[in-house]
């Protein structure tokens, strides 16, 4: 039987939309990969999407096995993960305050060395995202049927496989826009910015977003 069998053509399009309007909402990884595009041109910010795109990938295979739902019913553990975001974007940007590799040179990333660790910062900053698991344990399963009753068995993995596959390539299409808008942007910006200030820039940017999730965490 075809996978797409397995699901409700009916669904797609919802789902679609609503993956959409959660990858536009304004968050950790809209801001990190913006500033990461300006400071450091479009290779590099196309590292880190493809980072992210496998920590969401991890949760959605977490998903299919039940582990991103026992997540979201466990508070201590979905908050030290959360807590775990905040402080593993707090690292960035006291990194983007002390290192070089940040700065708005002409060089976008430090070869393949400097492309791999913007990959595994994104891998790293997702894993760390518990908003993502809930995506995958109560969103994307209300979008999920079979003859009015919830699937079991390989249908159920079928079906999760289909729609996060689907919210990833709504990702990778949302946050490679936002890489080379803000590549573009930063063009400009790297013949007018002195370095120093770019760092600044960098540093305080991400420490919002921290303090944005240590917000959102505490509520």
Excluded: C
């Excluded at 590292?47 to 739902?69: F, P, Q, R, S």
Aim: net charge positive; hydrophobic share 65%; proline share 5%.
């Amino acid at each position: 039987m075809p996978v797409l069998a397995l699901v409700d053509p009916a669904v797609l399009l919802p789902f679609a939309a609503a993956a959409v309007l959660m990858e536009i909402t304004p968050g950790p990884n809209m801001g990190w990969l913006a500033l990461t595009a300006l400071a450091q041109g479009r290779r590099a910010g196309l590292a880190a999407v493809a980072g992210i795109t496998v920590g969401l990938a991890a949760w959605m295979l977490a998903a299919t096995v039940g582990l991103a739902e026992l997540l979201t019913r466990a508070p201590a553990l979905y908050a030290a993960v959360a807590w775990g975001g905040v402080a593993f974007m707090l690292y960035l940007a006291w990194d983007a305050w002390r290192g070089p590799g940040t700065r708005l040179d002409a060089t976008p990333t430090n070869g393949a060395a400097g492309a791999r660790a913007l990959f595994l910062r994104g891998l790293v900053g997702n894993l760390l995202n518990p908003k993502a698991a809930a995506l995958y344990a109560v969103v994307l399963p209300a979008f999920i049927a079979a003859e009015g009753a919830a699937p079991v068995g390989r249908a159920a993995v079928l079906q999760t496989l289909t729609l996060g596959l689907l919210h990833l390539a709504v990702s990778v299409v949302v946050h490679g826009g936002i890489v080379l808008a803000a590549a573009g942007l930063g063009g400009r910006l790297l013949r007018l910015a002195e370095r120093p200030w770019a760092r600044a820039a960098m540093a305080g940017g991400l420490a919002l977003i921290a303090l944005w999730l240590a917000w959102e965490t505490a509520r």
